[in-house]
């Protein structure tokens, strides 16, 4: 069965620094998104991302935050400069869209910044 | 604010038992309500969506409810399994938008 999967699965940072997290998204689906979950606490949409350009985001999808779809199967979140607080586990999902609305996650990325 | 709300303690019950877990939600009106569960440290697996124009869906030994009166969603695992023992998510999503907004989840543990 098709799966979400996402690279890396653990990644530790200096504060300042800038991490790519990279998602491939189930190969048919059309829409993609990022969530986090800090650690104890519920899951929270980032961005959207559909034909080539967000769709939607978050007031947490500040200017230190971006995505890209650099080629036909990834889609990547960048943390320009990472804030203690950025630490949390990073969920990509991607959705077929036209009516059918489910969204499939990935396994996720744990972002550890100290 | 939207607000989504389940049980917040875990709830344990004997395995071969129906375990029946609870979502409310305020100040919104969603077209979707889906159903996830999570396990330490992993991503959320879908289980089951419903429409705002359904009562009910089921699938294997779940099933849900959706009550856009009561603004409450009902989901039942019948015949319980140690192997069900996770946290369950709720999340909700409107017609004009993508995002999903969940609650913060129940853990169900079934003893065996």
């Known amino acids: 069965e098709p799966e979400v999967t996402q690279t890396p699965s653990h990644q530790v940072t200096q504060m300042g620094q800038e991490v790519i997290l990279r998602c491939v998204p189930i190969?048919?689906?059309?829409?993609f998104y990022w969530y986090r979950q800090i650690l104890g606490q519920k899951v929270e949409f980032l961005v959207s991302f559909y034909n080539n350009e967000i769709s939607e985001k978050s007031e947490i999808f500040d200017d230190q935050f971006s995505v890209e779809r650099p080629d036909g199967s990834n889609f990547t979140l960048k943390i320009r400069s990472t804030k203690l607080e950025d630490s949390a586990m990073y969920f990509c999902?991607?959705?077929?869209?036209?009516?059918?609305?489910?969204?499939?996650f990935g396994p996720g990325t744990r972002l550890l910044v100290f | 604010s939207q607000k989504i709300e389940q049980n917040s303690e875990a709830l344990n019950i004997q395995e071969g038992k129906t375990a029946t877990l609870t979502c409310n939600y305020t100040n919104y009106s969603p077209a979707y309500l889906q159903w996830y569960r999570q396990d330490p440290g992993r991503g959320p697996v879908f289980l089951l969506l419903?429409?705002?124009?359904?009562k009910e869906k089921r699938k294997e030994r779940l099933k849900v409810t959706f009550d856009t009166t009561l603004k409450q969603s009902l989901f039942h695992i019948t015949a319980s399994q140690p192997a069900d023992s996770a946290t369950y998510l709720c999340?909700?999503?409107?017609?004009?938008?993508?995002?999903?907004?969940f609650g913060t989840g129940t853990l169900l543990a079934v003893q065996p």
């Open positions: 190969s048919n689906h059309l829409y």
């Open positions: 999902a991607s959705s077929e869209g036209a009516g059918k609305e489910t969204q499939y």
């Open positions: 419903i429409r705002e124009n359904e």
């Open positions: 999340a909700l999503r409107g017609g004009a938008t993508n995002k999903l907004i």
